[in-house]
Protein backbone atom coordinates (compact mmCIF):
# COMPACT_ATOMS: atom_id res chain seq x y z
CA UNK A 1 0.00 0.00 0.00
CA UNK A 2 1.19 3.42 -0.73
CA UNK A 3 1.37 6.49 1.57
CA UNK A 4 2.39 9.92 1.78
CA UNK A 5 4.94 10.72 4.24
CA UNK A 6 5.22 14.89 4.79
CA UNK A 7 8.89 15.09 6.55
CA UNK A 8 10.66 18.31 7.61
CA UNK A 9 14.49 17.23 7.28
CA UNK A 10 17.97 19.93 7.43
CA UNK A 11 18.56 21.37 4.25
CA UNK A 12 21.85 19.97 3.99
CA UNK A 13 23.33 17.45 1.57
CA UNK A 14 22.91 14.33 0.99
CA UNK A 15 19.69 13.90 3.78
CA UNK A 16 17.55 12.42 1.02
CA UNK A 17 20.10 9.95 0.90
CA UNK A 18 19.58 9.04 4.37
CA UNK A 19 16.31 9.15 4.57
CA UNK A 20 16.18 6.64 1.67
CA UNK A 21 18.78 4.31 3.02
CA UNK A 22 16.84 4.26 6.34
CA UNK A 23 13.55 3.41 5.04
CA UNK A 24 15.37 0.91 2.24
CA UNK A 25 16.53 -0.52 5.41
CA UNK A 26 13.19 -1.35 6.37
CA UNK A 27 11.86 -2.80 3.65
CA UNK A 28 10.24 0.34 2.38
CA UNK A 29 10.67 1.54 -1.31
CA UNK A 30 10.35 5.37 -2.10
CA UNK A 31 8.40 5.74 -5.68
CA UNK A 32 8.21 9.51 -5.82
CA UNK A 33 9.34 12.51 -3.79
CA UNK A 34 8.20 16.05 -4.30
CA UNK A 35 10.38 19.15 -2.61
CA UNK A 36 7.67 21.57 -1.41
CA UNK A 37 9.67 24.49 1.13
CA UNK A 38 13.24 25.09 1.58
CA UNK A 39 14.06 28.19 3.66
CA UNK A 40 15.65 29.23 7.46
CA UNK A 41 18.00 25.74 6.82
CA UNK A 42 15.21 23.23 6.64
CA UNK A 43 13.52 21.71 3.87
CA UNK A 44 9.89 20.17 3.50
CA UNK A 45 9.39 16.89 1.23
CA UNK A 46 6.44 14.69 0.45
CA UNK A 47 7.74 11.48 -0.16
CA UNK A 48 5.26 8.82 -1.78
CA UNK A 49 6.63 5.38 -0.06
CA UNK A 50 5.48 1.51 -1.12
CA UNK A 51 4.56 -0.26 2.32
CA UNK A 52 4.99 -4.17 2.24
CA UNK A 53 1.74 -5.59 3.56
CA UNK A 54 3.54 -6.94 6.56
CA UNK A 55 4.38 -3.52 7.54
CA UNK A 56 2.75 -1.46 9.69
CA UNK A 57 1.73 2.23 8.82
CA UNK A 58 4.74 3.53 12.17
CA UNK A 59 7.21 1.77 10.77
CA UNK A 60 7.77 4.66 8.03
CA UNK A 61 7.45 6.97 11.13
CA UNK A 62 10.20 4.84 13.26
CA UNK A 63 12.48 4.49 10.29
CA UNK A 64 12.36 8.08 8.67
CA UNK A 65 13.14 9.72 12.60
CA UNK A 66 16.34 7.30 12.62
CA UNK A 67 18.28 9.92 10.40
CA UNK A 68 19.01 13.21 13.02
CA UNK A 69 17.03 15.78 12.39
CA UNK A 70 14.31 14.40 10.53
CA UNK A 71 10.88 14.87 11.70
CA UNK A 72 7.32 13.87 10.70
CA UNK A 73 4.75 16.13 10.07
CA UNK A 74 2.07 13.79 8.50
CA UNK A 75 1.49 10.63 7.27
CA UNK A 76 -1.52 9.70 5.43
CA UNK A 77 -2.53 6.69 2.45
CA UNK A 78 -1.77 7.59 -0.91
CA UNK A 79 -4.17 6.51 -3.47
CA UNK A 80 -3.42 8.67 -6.69
CA UNK A 81 -1.47 8.22 -9.73
CA UNK A 82 1.74 9.55 -8.84
CA UNK A 83 3.35 11.53 -11.56
CA UNK A 84 6.31 14.04 -11.63
CA UNK A 85 4.98 16.16 -14.60
CA UNK A 86 1.31 16.53 -12.79
CA UNK A 87 1.38 20.51 -13.60
CA UNK A 88 2.89 19.85 -17.03
CA UNK A 89 -0.57 17.66 -17.84
CA UNK A 90 -2.90 20.10 -16.27
CA UNK A 91 -1.55 23.19 -18.22
CA UNK A 92 -1.67 21.06 -21.30
CA UNK A 93 -5.13 20.10 -20.12
CA UNK A 94 -6.13 23.55 -20.14
CA UNK A 95 -4.73 25.08 -23.28
CA UNK A 96 -7.79 23.63 -25.16
CA UNK A 97 -10.42 23.91 -22.61
CA UNK A 98 -11.95 26.83 -23.32
CA UNK A 99 -15.49 27.29 -21.58
CA UNK A 100 -15.04 23.74 -19.75
CA UNK A 101 -11.52 25.09 -18.17
CA UNK A 102 -13.52 24.93 -14.60
CA UNK A 103 -14.10 21.20 -15.23
CA UNK A 104 -10.92 20.69 -16.29
CA UNK A 105 -9.41 22.44 -13.56
CA UNK A 106 -11.52 20.91 -10.34
CA UNK A 107 -10.90 17.24 -11.86
CA UNK A 108 -6.95 17.49 -12.48
CA UNK A 109 -5.82 19.99 -9.39
CA UNK A 110 -6.13 16.77 -6.77
CA UNK A 111 -3.46 15.51 -8.62
CA UNK A 112 -1.55 18.40 -8.79
CA UNK A 113 -1.61 18.52 -4.78
CA UNK A 114 -1.85 15.60 -3.80
CA UNK A 115 -5.24 16.34 -2.48
CA UNK A 116 -8.62 14.58 -1.95
CA UNK A 117 -11.16 17.30 -4.12
CA UNK A 118 -11.59 20.86 -5.52
CA UNK A 119 -14.30 22.37 -6.48
CA UNK A 120 -14.68 26.00 -8.57
CA UNK A 121 -17.09 28.40 -6.71
CA UNK A 122 -18.44 32.10 -7.54
CA UNK A 123 -21.21 33.99 -6.00
CA UNK A 124 -20.01 35.22 -2.33
CA UNK A 125 -21.45 33.97 1.19
CA UNK A 126 -24.63 32.30 1.74
CA UNK A 127 -25.14 32.72 -2.06
CA UNK A 128 -22.74 30.61 -3.95
CA UNK A 129 -22.56 28.26 -6.98
CA UNK A 130 -20.75 25.07 -7.42
CA UNK A 131 -19.51 25.26 -10.95
CA UNK A 132 -17.29 22.69 -10.89
CA UNK A 133 -16.63 19.86 -8.84
CA UNK A 134 -14.19 16.30 -8.67
CA UNK A 135 -15.69 13.39 -8.18
CA UNK A 136 -14.62 13.39 -3.95
CA UNK A 137 -15.37 16.97 -3.55
CA UNK A 138 -17.71 17.29 -0.57
CA UNK A 139 -21.36 18.95 -1.19
CA UNK A 140 -21.36 22.63 -0.01
CA UNK A 141 -25.35 22.81 0.14
CA UNK A 142 -25.86 24.89 3.44
CA UNK A 143 -22.21 25.92 3.76
CA UNK A 144 -21.42 29.67 3.72
CA UNK A 145 -18.21 30.83 2.72
CA UNK A 146 -17.64 34.06 4.42
CA UNK A 147 -14.16 34.73 2.24
CA UNK A 148 -15.99 34.88 -0.50
CA UNK A 149 -15.63 36.50 -3.41
CA UNK A 150 -12.16 36.12 -2.82
CA UNK A 151 -10.10 39.33 -3.25
CA UNK A 152 -6.26 37.03 -2.63
CA UNK A 153 -4.64 33.65 -2.27
CA UNK A 154 -5.97 32.21 1.02
CA UNK A 155 -5.38 29.08 3.69
CA UNK A 156 -8.46 27.81 5.30
CA UNK A 157 -7.56 25.45 8.21
CA UNK A 158 -9.78 23.22 9.43
CA UNK A 159 -10.67 25.04 12.74
CA UNK A 160 -11.46 28.12 10.93
CA UNK A 161 -14.96 29.42 12.65
CA UNK A 162 -17.15 28.79 8.88
CA UNK A 163 -15.87 25.51 8.47
CA UNK A 164 -18.72 23.08 9.37
CA UNK A 165 -18.32 20.53 12.64
CA UNK A 166 -18.25 17.18 10.84
CA UNK A 167 -15.05 19.04 8.62
CA UNK A 168 -13.52 19.79 11.88
CA UNK A 169 -14.04 16.73 12.89
CA UNK A 170 -12.12 14.99 9.82
CA UNK A 171 -9.50 17.88 10.01
CA UNK A 172 -10.46 19.07 6.31
CA UNK A 173 -7.57 21.41 5.48
CA UNK A 174 -7.91 23.75 1.87
CA UNK A 175 -7.01 26.89 0.41
CA UNK A 176 -8.32 28.81 -2.08
CA UNK A 177 -7.17 30.93 -4.95
CA UNK A 178 -9.27 33.74 -7.15
CA UNK A 179 -9.79 33.07 -10.70
CA UNK A 180 -11.44 36.15 -11.08
CA UNK A 181 -13.44 39.31 -9.13
CA UNK A 182 -16.46 36.43 -9.19
CA UNK A 183 -15.19 33.11 -8.87
CA UNK A 184 -12.75 31.08 -7.00
CA UNK A 185 -10.78 27.82 -7.03
CA UNK A 186 -10.83 25.60 -3.77
CA UNK A 187 -9.19 22.86 -2.83
CA UNK A 188 -8.94 20.81 -0.05
CA UNK A 189 -7.84 17.63 1.74
CA UNK A 190 -8.77 15.22 4.43
CA UNK A 191 -7.09 14.41 7.53
CA UNK A 192 -4.04 17.23 6.52
CA UNK A 193 -1.79 17.54 6.19
CA UNK A 194 -2.20 21.49 6.55
CA UNK A 195 -1.21 23.09 3.06
CA UNK A 196 1.74 25.21 3.27
CA UNK A 197 2.52 28.64 1.24
CA UNK A 198 4.53 27.13 -1.38
CA UNK A 199 1.52 24.80 -2.27
CA UNK A 200 -0.97 28.09 -1.89
CA UNK A 201 1.81 30.27 -4.14
CA UNK A 202 1.20 27.32 -6.75
CA UNK A 203 -2.42 27.11 -6.92
CA UNK A 204 -2.47 31.09 -7.37
CA UNK A 205 0.16 30.63 -10.87
CA UNK A 206 -1.86 27.89 -12.03
CA UNK A 207 -5.23 29.48 -11.34
CA UNK A 208 -4.04 33.00 -12.95
CA UNK A 209 -2.92 30.79 -15.78
CA UNK A 210 -6.46 29.30 -16.36
CA UNK A 211 -8.35 32.32 -16.14
CA UNK A 212 -6.01 33.68 -18.17
CA UNK A 213 -6.72 30.78 -21.09
CA UNK A 214 -10.64 30.62 -20.54
CA UNK A 215 -10.24 34.59 -22.00
CA UNK A 216 -8.50 33.63 -25.40
CA UNK A 217 -10.94 33.10 -28.35
CA UNK A 218 -11.03 29.74 -29.75
CA UNK A 219 -7.98 28.72 -31.82
Known sequence: MSHLLRLVVPDRPGILGAVATALGAAGIDIIGVDVLERGNGVAVDDIVVDLPPDRVAD???TAATTVPGVQVESLRPFTGPLD???ELDLLEALAPAGEVMPKVLAAELPRVFHSGWA???SGSGEQTEVVAA???APSLDGVALPWLP???PL???SDAAWVPQRWQELAVEMMAAPLDAQSAVLAGRTGGPAFRRSELLRLT???GIAATVARLPPA
Request: hydrophobic content about 50%; cysteine-free; glycine content about 4%.
Open 59 to 61: SLI
Open 84 to 86: THR
Open 119 to 121: VVL
Open 134 to 136: SEA
Open 150 to 152: LRG
Open 155 to 157: LLP
Open 205 to 207: HLA
